[in-house]
């Protein structure tokens, strides 16, 4: 090998291709297939840089049989060679192969010997999956989306806030919580009344994984104006659904000063912001993913960056679902928490567009949105989305001191003088929402299951890896 041939990326090679005809190449990775015949063997060439291999092509004349039999499907190996028009279909160039480095073969129980896996099957793979294509063009799309979030905020200004993982605090009842403890859970230590004692505990009370940072948030927002945060959420709820992870990813950007308009303002701009961000970057993964799995994929992105949201109070959304004389599996009425069913009937199709729906009953919204002049209804804010249904939840926050804790009161809420503090202590009117992150990869990968959008997925009864 010529160390003096700089390594580059396949995804470089194939960008910066006509320039580097007639170059030398240096190139390392995963064998998806060799082929060919006695005088030539051809080998596509992935290095997770792009859903696109690189062909290689081994002239017998200078390799033997001998020295390319190791090299098979997920096998790894190093080249060196010329980089030259491609005669064959499907490619522009490929590299004419003058040394080869076999890194690692791959035997023949590599469980992603051929094409066309099942999700399913691929699932219980989840330790080998990043190599196939449909894993890497999610994954690459996961990152793009990822980095559009960090850019969106900080070019308007928004600072990124770290809310805590681990906390004492129960009261967002988002949803059930994981228990964070280092006592030993086969002699628990009791108190006198036979409750658990957590006095010795690591934080010597009981903590818990968070549902949700938008409390924390709130605290910063009120501080810093406007901040998002973005990290890990957990929720021990037992969903077995397409849509609901034990894990994930949430975004929740908390604004000073915005009202209930501001924040749907925001949450439209920002979603659009995410998707156009994908089809620009991830053209190829994402006309991958709609030619093998969703072929309405692109024109559905495009449609939704390119329409105006529908924005409909609660009540009437209600209106329509009992006017559409649909039979739906949960029942529809004034007061009753929508079901994706639901949500689903009045984007698909109703209005055939994302709907942000308002002003809900305050008995099925949490404490802290902010109550409506009729005294029923809170300024909270739901997007609601194609083949996914809510995709984010937001609201204005009550700002009003007495209002907000009466509202804690009636529901029992304890041990919150700390947020209670933002409102005491220069108060503002403010907003925010939280964005599943993984409802957003979902939605922009076209994929089915929630579960296939991230790496290694946590979900009840299943904690691999
Ligand atoms: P849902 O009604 O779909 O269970 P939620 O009302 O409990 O969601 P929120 O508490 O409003 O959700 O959380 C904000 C956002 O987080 C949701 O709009 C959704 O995008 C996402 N989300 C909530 N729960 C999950 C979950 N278990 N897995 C993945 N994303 C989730
Ligand atoms: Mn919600």
Same mark, same amino acid.
């Given at each position: ?6 390594? !580059? ?34 080998? =596509? ?23 390319? !039999?190791?090299?098979?499907?997920? $096998? ?125 505990? %690591? %934080? ?5 994984? @968070? ?10 927002? @009120? ?24 894990? %994930? ?17 925001? =949450? ?107 005294? !029923? ?17 937001? $609201? ?70």
């Amino acid at each position: 090998m010529d160390k003096e041939i700089r390594r !580059k990326s396949i995804a470089t090679i194939l960008a910066d291709g006509s320039e580097l005809v007639g170059k030398k190449v240096d190139v390392k990775g995963w064998v998806r297939t060799r082929r060919g015949n006695k005088n030539v063997q051809f080998v =596509a060439l992935n290095d997770g840089s792009t859903i696109n291999n690189l062909q290689i092509v081994f002239d017998l004349s200078r390799f033997s049989e001998e020295e390319l !039999k190791p090299i098979t499907t997920g $096998s790894s190996i190093h080249v060196q060679g010329t980089l030259v028009a491609s005669q064959g279909k499907g490619q522009s160039v490929e590299v004419q192969a003058e040394e080869l480095e076999i890194y690692g073969t791959a035997p023949s129980d590599y469980p992603l010997q051929k094409k066309g896996h099942t999700l399913e099957f691929l699932r219980e793979k989840a330790h080998l999956r990043p190599r196939t294509n449909t894993f890497g063009a999610v994954l690459r799309i996961r990152h793009a989306l990822a980095y559009a979030i960090h850019k969106f905020f900080n070019d308007k200004g928004f600072y990124y806030f770290n809310s805590p993982l681990i906390t004492a605090s129960d009261a967002e009842g988002a949803g059930a919580q994981f228990q964070v403890t280092t006592l030993p859970l086969n002699e628990l230590p009791l108190t006198e009344d036979g409750k658990v004692d957590y006095t010795d505990d %690591f %934080f010597g009370k009981m903590a818990c994984l @968070t549902v949700s940072g938008q409390l924390e948030g709130e605290l910063g927002a @009120t501080a810093l104006g406007l901040i998002y945060t973005f990290g890990p959420t957990f929720r021990a709820e037992n969903s077995n659904t397409p849509r609901h992870l034990s894990e %994930f990813w949430m975004v929740e950007p908390e604004m000073a000063f915005y009202e209930i308009e501001d924040n749907m303002e925001l =949450a439209e701009e920002f979603i659009k912001y995410c998707i156009n961000y994908a089809l620009e970057h991830c053209k190829d993964d994402i006309q991958f993913l709609n030619d093998h799995f969703d072929k309405g994929l692109i024109d559905r992105l495009n449609f939704v960056v390119s329409n105006d949201f529908v924005r409909l109070p609660y009540t009437e959304g209600v209106k329509i679902l009992e006017e559409s004389g649909k039979k739906f599996e949960f029942p529809v009425f004034w007061g009753a928490d929508l079901a994706s069913e639901h949500e689903r009937y009045l984007v698909e199709e109703h209005f055939k567009k994302p709907v942000i729906l308002t002003d809900y009953p305050k008995e099925i919204k949490a404490f802290y949105m902010k109550l409506n002049d009729d005294g !029923k209804t809170v300024r909270a804010m739901d997007v609601l989305f194609p083949k996914i249904g809510e995709i984010i939840g937001g $609201s204005q926050r009550e700002e009003n001191y007495e209002k907000l804790l009466g509202r804690m009161n009636e529901l029992g809420l304890e041990g919150m003088d700390w947020y209670l503090d933002t409102r005491k202590y220069g108060t503002v009117p403010h907003s925010g929402f939280g964005l599943g992150f993984e409802r957003l990869v979902l939605f922009v990968t076209g994929m089915q299951n929630i579960r296939d959008v991230i790496p290694f997925p946590r979900y009840p009864k299943n904690c691999e890896y």
